[in-house]
């Protein structure tokens, strides 16, 4: 049987380490020449295949590809684009066979988190129908570490290592003006559903740091807050406040919401700091400074977790391990075998159980007054953001990334209009 050729694509928001999982099923692609003869790369994500924009990785250097490692966000393009249903959309599904059998590729790993899990496992159903059978791989990527089964997902560890830094550091400096000055700093945090990323920033409280968090997964009660927040400052001087983008009022309304929407169909956030920075300065008369973390949280390579690297390259090495056993529609997972010291292995898990399935934070990683986590959440969290992968820096003090060619693959077929 001749060797085929292997699609991967990068889909939706990136990571500090989702190159490391690019560079994983590139390097044992290549270690496999009599099974996988070349893989091509989606530009900007699914849509490259759509458009029969391929990219050939065999143009890159074994070193250019060894430093997608240690290199941040999507070295061949991402996207937000979600698939509709084969029944809304046939079409687009359609297309993907037609491109697959036009460049005759026989895997598919696609890179990314839930809508990209359930592309997927739609991909590998419908080339069965369609007699064109191609071995559909989904390999985790999410900084909301919502993926189900998996025990975390490549891209949370780094993002809850520079979360937890910064909100310590930045601390400390409202810590020494508190006297005469700033009482209250504001650090808002990703996280729609899920507050993975703002208990991360809770970790400062082991570090002598007030702090209260507003996690997703408890409805904001301002009255509460607002004393909580009365008496750290009170008790300390001053008080750093973790709002998760998702924390949402009663009635489901997010602190943050802007009234627009992506093009996945979600409410876009972005304001929830300054929304409590001014309910604090109002109700309590308090000096503050807010941020937002946004892409500085998910881009920060220079801060990654040494175990998200580690397993961000395993879980894309394992992909391709796994479709060249003969896998089909499953996801390569992170299985944890205990926290100290920390062990994991590599397991699986069928795409039919983890597309559009979230995973929040458990209520028992919460603490009782909902605004602080509790040692078994602590437990869980200290032992991804351990251990440092810096990158290489060059003679002028920058980091050393890698930009690729990107060199184009011939097309075969007529345009698609998307």
């Given at each position: 049987m001749s060797a085929k050729n292997a699609f991967y694509a990068q889909s939706g928001g990136v990571t500090s380490v989702i190159?490391?999982?690019?560079?994983?099923?590139?390097?044992?692609?290549?270690?496999?020449?009599?099974k996988i003869a070349n893989v091509?790369?989606?530009?900007?994500?699914?849509?490259?295949?759509?458009?029969?924009?391929?990219?050939?990785?065999?143009?890159?250097?074994?070193?250019?590809?060894?430093?997608?490692?240690?290199?941040?966000?999507?070295?061949?393009?991402?996207?937000?684009?979600?698939?509709?249903?084969?029944?809304?959309?046939?079409?687009?599904?359609?297309?993907?066979?037609?491109i697959f059998k036009a460049h005759n590729i026989g895997y598919f790993f696609y890179n990314g988190g839930g809508d990209s899990a359930d592309t997927c496992f739609k991909v590998s159903q419908?080339?069965?129908?369609?007699?064109?059978?191609?071995?559909?791989?989904h390999i985790p990527k999410t900084v909301d570490n919502d993926l189900p089964i998996t025990d975390n997902c490549p891209g949370f560890g780094s993002v809850a290592k520079y979360i937890a830094v910064s909100t310590l550091e930045a601390s400390y400096d409202v810590r020494s003006m508190a006297k005469t000055s700033t009482k209250i700093f504001v650090i808002e945090v990703m996280g729609r559903h899920a507050g993975w990323i703002a208990a991360a920033g809770a970790l400062v409280e082991d570090y002598g740091i007030p702090v209260v968090t507003l996690f997703p997964e408890v409805e904001f009660d301002q009255e509460k807050f607002l004393a909580a927040v009365d008496a750290k400052v009170k008790e300390h001087g001053y008080c750093t406040i973790v709002v998760s983008e998702g924390a949402h009022w009663p009635d489901g309304t997010f602190l943050a919401e802007q009234g627009t929407r992506d093009s996945f169909g979600h409410a876009q956030l972005g304001g929830a700091a300054p929304?409590?920075?001014?309910?604090?300065?109002?109700?309590?008369?308090?000096?503050?400074?807010?941020?937002?973390?946004?892409?500085?949280?998910?881009?920060?390579?220079?801060?990654?977790?040494?175990?998200?690297?580690?397993?961000?390259?395993?879980?894309?090495?394992?992909?391709?391990?796994?479709?060249?056993?003969?896998?089909?529609?499953i996801m390569p997972t992170v299985v944890r075998e205990s926290s100290s010291p920390y062990k994991?292995?590599?397991?699986?898990?069928?795409l039919s159980e983890v597309a559009n399935v979230e995973k929040m934070m458990p209520m028992e990683y919460i603490s009782e007054d909902g605004f602080g986590i509790t040692d078994g959440c602590k437990e869980y969290l200290y032992p991804l953001i351990k251990g440092e992968s810096y990158p290489p820096y060059d003679d002028n003090g920058m980091p050393d990334y890698v930009t690729l060619k990107l060199a184009g693959v011939e097309r075969k077929l007529e345009d698609f209009e998307l």
């Open positions: 190159n490391a999982s690019a560079c994983g099923v590139i390097e044992t692609a290549r270690q496999h020449p009599d091509y790369a989606g530009r900007n994500g699914i849509i490259g295949a759509l458009t029969e924009e391929l990219i050939d990785t065999s143009q890159e250097s074994d070193e250019a590809i060894a430093a997608l490692k240690h290199t941040p966000s999507g070295a061949f393009g991402s996207c937000r684009f979600k698939l509709k249903s084969l029944e809304d959309n046939k079409r687009e599904y359609e297309r993907l066979i037609e419908l080339s069965e129908k369609m007699g064109f059978p191609v071995q559909a791989i929304v409590v920075a001014n309910m604090i300065k109002d109700a309590l008369g308090y000096k503050f400074h807010w941020a937002v973390a946004d892409y500085l949280q998910r881009a920060a390579r220079h801060l990654a977790s040494g175990s998200d690297v580690e397993q961000a390259y395993a879980l894309g090495k394992a992909g391709v391990e796994k479709a060249l056993e003969g896998k089909n529609s994991w292995s590599i397991g699986e898990a069928p």
